[in-house]
C-alpha cells in the first residue's frame, strides 16, 4: 500500500505562482497512476491534472489546462503541481491520488484507493 503526504499550500496573490508535492512512501510511484485533484467545502473532487506511469502521458481539464503542469520523479518517488496565474476560483484543498490501474477516467476520483491528507491553496483577489 502507498502512502502519500503533499506539502507546498499556501496562500498567493492572484497572478501568483505556487507549487506542490506529494512524496510516496510503500510504493515505488514508477507503477501508478497518479493524479491530483481538488476540493471546496460542498463540492465534489475536480480533477486537475494526471500523469501515466511513464511519465511523459499528461492530461488537464480545461480550467487549468495552460496554467497548471503536473510532473512526477520516479527516482524520489514524488509528485508535483506547478500552479502559475493562479485564479480565485483555484482556492481548495488539493490532494494527491494514486492508482495501479491505468483503465478508467481520469476524472474518476473514486477509481483511485489512494489519497494524501489534502493542503490548502488559498489565492486572493
Known amino acids: 500500500q502507498v502512502q502519500l503526504v503533499e506539502s507546498g499550500g499556501g496562500l498567493v496573490q492572484a497572478g501568483g505562482s505556487l507549487s506542490l508535492s506529494c512524496a510516496a512512501s510503500?510504493?515505488?510511484?514508477?507503477?501508478?497512476?497518479l493524479a491530483w485533484f481538488r476540493q471546496t467545502p460542498g463540492k465534489l473532487r475536480e480533477f486537475v491534472a494526471g500523469i501515466k506511469e511513464n511519465g511523459i502521458s499528461t492530461l488537464y481539464p480545461s480550467s487549468v489546462k495552460g496554467r497548471f503542469t503536473i510532473s512526477k520523479d520516479n527516482t524520489k518517488n514524488t509528485l508535483n503541481l506547478q500552479m502559475t496565474s493562479l485564479k480565485p476560483e483555484d482556492s481548495a484543498i488539493y490532494y494527491c491520488?494514486?492508482?495501479?490501474?491505468?483503465?478508467?477516467?481520469?476524472?474518476?476520483?473514486?477509481?483511485?484507493?489512494?489519497w494524501g491528507q489534502g493542503t490548502q491553496v488559498t489565492v486572493s483577489s
Open positions: 491520488a494514486a492508482r495501479e490501474s491505468p483503465s478508467g477516467s481520469y476524472y474518476d476520483a473514486g477509481s483511485y484507493p489512494y
Open positions: 510503500g510504493h515505488t510511484f514508477s507503477n501508478y497512476l
